[in-house]
């Protein structure tokens, strides 16, 4: 930071020296925007897509399972971009690019120069996990901007002792409670990380407590919304944990999961930056990162959390590690090499990586680059299998379902068909038959999964209902007669979209009775 007391011609030097490396994280962040762009049409709408298209149309101030701020803006960029793949797809992109520039201000407030930038920066535009969270519009690419946005404004808070900062701070945490309620274990991190470190004085701070009614303020509409309805997401997770829908790691496994997920090239970086802001003299001052990520990573283990959780807040270690290798090859030149020969496994091993979450390669050429490279994509739900890894596999067999659905529906005298509704078993086939069945003539499905079961049967009675997902003991449990339907067979398909369609004439108990036994929060 210049000063009065400076040179100009220091000062120049500065100013041009800055411009340069935002120059590198600027280019850096344009080659990941194309790269998302030029790519994400390649493959299909994935199965959350759908569901997020569907709640975009029933804005409110929650949800059962995610935070309201993600159908605000699908709601906001379909209007303004359409509904295209490229178009929704559009916004995670710029999050992605985004993210990089985030990375490279926090590694630049830190100290650090050109080459710190760069690898800090090259580091997340080839991180795996990273990669494949823009490539699909969700809470998921917008996460990093409203945690990292924050760090990067403590950090230049305690640079520049100005505390005013700590305002803003709160707003992009507020609104990332908005976005996604894991936001609340980084914000519990962060808090126990400033008060178990030197990071302290900021909480004595009056800006520190406004900053703290700001969060609540901004996450308000969503706590009223939960309360109001009972709290369903707690019930949603609670449900998650009692039938272990997801993958639970032991910790070591758990860990190794990270340094994959990151790429093993890039470890390389970001452990050398968790140590610099641990241990090393210089990193002292912001050891409270250092302290919140290891306080993260204690809580999502012992929730038993996906891996991915953690994705976002990788950036600041990876400042971290850029700053620490830059500082090592200045203060010893003679292992200068060394510090710039990092950036080597991080660039291959990324781009070695590329095709596992970009959808570059041809469909039937995943599997085998998979067994190329001898790994296997891990997955994060027990039930979820297929021949394809799931961020690939529920892309597929959506709109050729809806076809089936709709001969099915077509077929039927139009007497029927207008007392016939459409009962799917996830709010992936809702969403499908939300967004494709309108071209196919078909009515909005509903389904008792996740929201859908908050906007109820419509006017459907149980007369008449084609049953997606459903199993023949199931359906013959609730109908008074079931009639089979086509068998889908999706070639790249999860298995779980592997089913016969049923036709159910009469529910036992009318729908609306029904309703409450067909809930499914999970």
């Known amino acids: 930071m210049a000063t009065a007391s400076q040179p100009a011609g220091q000062i120049r030097q500065e100013r041009a020296a800055s411009h340069r490396e935002i120059a590198i994280a600027g280019s850096l962040a344009v080659i990941a925007v194309l790269m998302q762009m030029l790519t994400n049409g390649h493959y299909g709408y994935f199965r959350d897509e759908l569901y997020f298209i569907a709640t975009s149309k029933h804005l409110a101030f929650g949800y059962v399972d995610f935070a309201p701020l993600t159908a605000f803006v699908l709601r906001l960029s379909r209007a303004g971009l359409g509904d295209s793949l490229h178009a929704i797809r559009f916004l995670p992109a710029l999050a992605y690019g985004a993210e990089i520039l985030l990375t490279a201000r926090i590694t630049m407030e830190l100290g650090g120069k050109w080459f710190a930038v760069f690898l800090a920066s090259v580091s997340v535009l080839l991180a795996p996990v990273i990669v494949g969270n823009a490539t699909r519009f969700s809470m998921n690419p917008f996460e990093p901007l409203f945690w990292m946005g924050s760090v990067y404004l403590l950090v230049r808070a305690m640079a520049r002792n100005n505390l005013e900062l700590l305002v803003w701070c709160g ?267 309108p071209h196919y003539g078909l009515p909005k499905a509903i389904s008792a999964h996740q929201n859908y079961y908050l906007w109820g049967p419509r006017q459907y009675t149980g007369e008449s209902l084609i049953l997606l997902q459903w199993s023949r003991a199931n359906a013959q449990h609730w109908c008074q007669d079931v009639q089979e339907g086509p068998t889908l067979d999706p070639q790249y398909g999860m298995g779980e979209e592997h089913y016969t369609i049923l036709i159910c004439h009469g529910l036992r108990e009318p729908l609306p009775q029904a309703w409450l036994k067909l809930r499914v929060w999970n």
């Open 171 to 437: 707003v992009l945490l507020g609104f990332g409670l908005e976005n996604k309620h894991s936001t609340a274990f980084f914000l519990v991190s962060l808090f126990l990380g400033l008060l178990l470190t030197s990071g302290r004085r900021l909480i004595r701070n009056r800006w520190f407590s406004i900053a703290a009614v700001v969060i609540v303020l901004v996450a308000l509409p969503n706590l009223i919304w939960q309360y109001q309805h009972q709290f369903p997401t707690w019930v949603d997770l609670s449900n998650v944990k009692k039938m272990h829908k997801n993958i639970e790691l032991p910790p070591i496994p758990f860990v190794r999961q990270q340094i994959m997920m990151l790429s093993p090239g890039s470890a390389l970086v970001w452990i050398a930056g968790l140590a610099y802001l641990l241990f090393h003299r210089d990193g002292k001052r912001y050891r409270f990162l250092g302290v919140t990520y290891l306080l993260f990573l204690a809580i999502t283990m012992a929730l038993k959390a996906k891996d991915y959780y953690l994705a976002p807040i990788y950036p600041m270690l990876f400042a971290a590690g850029g700053l620490f290798w830059e500082r090592l090859g200045e203060k010893r030149p003679r292992l200068r090499w060394v510090s710039m020969m990092v950036a080597a496994p991080v660039i291959i091993f990324g781009a070695i990586a590329l095709p596992l979450t970009l959808p570059i390669l041809a469909v039937d050429r995943i599997v085998p680059y998979e067994q190329a490279l001898g790994i296997k994509t891990t997955r994060t739900e027990v039930a979820h299998s297929g021949p394809l890894p799931q961020h690939f596999g529920d892309e597929f067999g959506w709109e050729e379902m809806v076809q089936a659905v709709a001969r099915v529906y077509s077929s039927m005298p139009p007497e029927k068909r207008v007392q016939t509704g459409i009962l799917a078993g996830n709010y992936g086939e809702a969403g499908a038959i939300d967004f494709f069945g």
